[in-house]
C-alpha cells in the first residue's frame, strides 16, 4: 500500500496569512493526489485534484504544487472560513489511501 | 447535480453484518464514467477508503476489510450498497458514501459525498 504522510498534523494561524501543508508519498503515485478540505460534522469537500487543478467553485487562494513524492497545498492568504481539517489522498493505485489530516486552527 | 444520501441502521451488535445504503439523486449509477465508493472515519480520526465499484466494472476492496465486505450497485433504485460482516468496535465510524470520478483510466478524486451516517457498534 502507498503510505501518504501529512505534516505538520496541525498549524495555528492568522486570518491573512499564508499557509502550506506537505503530503509526502512512499513511493511515486505520478499527479495523481487530491485535497479535501473537512469542516466539523460535515463530509470532506474537494478542493484540488491531479496536484494542482482547482475544483469548480474552490477560490484561488487555494493552490496545489508537487515535487516528487512531495506534494503541497497552500493557502495564500487565510480567510475565517478556511479553518479546517485537510486531508490528501492519493489516487494512482488500489487500495486509495489517506493522509492523517492537518487541522488548521486559529491563532 | 449529482446528490448522495446514506442510510441505514445507526447502532449494529458485534458479530453482526453491518448494512448501509446510499442513494444517488440527480445522476445514474448506470454512468460508465464513474464508480461509487464508500470511505469511513472513526470518530476524531482520519479518512479510511473502504471500496469502491461501477456498474461495469469489478469492485476494489481495501485488503484489511476485503474478507468481510460486499459492495454492490442496484440500477433499479439507482442505489448502491455496502455490507461488512462480523463487524467489532472497531468498525464504529461516520461512513461516507461519494461518486469516484474516473480521468485517464483511473478513480481520481471523490466528489461529490453524501453528508455521512454514524455506526456505532455495541451491544
Known amino acids: 500500500d502507498i503510505q501518504m504522510t501529512q505534516s505538520p498534523s496541525s498549524v495555528s494561524a492568522s486570518v491573512g496569512d499564508r499557509v502550506t501543508i506537505t503530503c509526502r508519498a512512499s513511493?511515486?503515485?505520478?499527479?495523481?493526489l487530491v485535497w479535501y478540505q473537512q469542516k466539523p460534522g460535515k463530509a470532506p469537500n474537494l478542493l484540488i485534484y491531479?496536484?494542482?487543478s482547482l475544483q469548480s467553485g474552490v477560490p484561488s487562494r487555494f493552490s496545489g504544487s508537487a515535487s516528487g513524492t512531495d506534494f503541497t497545498l497552500t493557502i495564500s492568504s487565510l480567510q475565517p472560513e478556511d479553518f479546517a481539517t485537510y486531508y490528501c489522498?492519493?489516487?494512482?493505485?488500489?487500495?486509495?489511501?489517506f493522509g492523517g489530516g492537518t487541522k488548521v486552527e486559529i491563532k | 447535480q449529482v446528490q448522495l444520501q446514506e442510510s441505514g441502521p445507526g447502532l449494529v451488535k458485534p458479530s453482526e453484518t453491518l448494512s448501509l445504503t446510499c442513494n444517488v439523486s440527480?445522476?445514474?449509477?448506470?454512468?460508465?464514467?464513474?464508480?461509487w465508493g464508500w470511505i469511513r472515519q472513526p470518530p476524531g480520526k482520519g479518512l479510511e477508503w473502504i471500496g469502491i465499484?461501477?456498474?461495469?466494472?469489478?469492485?476494489y476492496y481495501n485488503p484489511s476489510l476485503k474478507s468481510r465486505l460486499t459492495i454492490s450497485v442496484d440500477t433499479s433504485k439507482n442505489q448502491f450498497s455496502l455490507k461488512l460482516s462480523s463487524v467489532t468496535a472497531a468498525d464504529t465510524a461516520v461512513y461516507y458514501c461519494?461518486?469516484?470520478?474516473?480521468?485517464?483510466?483511473?478513480?481520481?478524486?471523490?466528489?461529490?459525498w453524501g453528508q455521512g451516517t454514524l455506526v456505532t457498534v455495541s451491544s
Open positions: 461519494a461518486r469516484g470520478i474516473v480521468m485517464d483510466r483511473g478513480v481520481r478524486r471523490f466528489d461529490p
Open positions: 440527480g445522476g445514474s449509477v448506470s454512468s460508465t464514467s464513474y464508480y
Open positions: 465499484l461501477s456498474y461495469s466494472e469489478s469492485a
Open positions: 513511493q511515486p503515485i505520478s499527479s495523481w
Open positions: 491531479a496536484t494542482s
Open positions: 489522498q492519493q489516487a494512482n493505485s488500489f487500495p486509495l489511501t
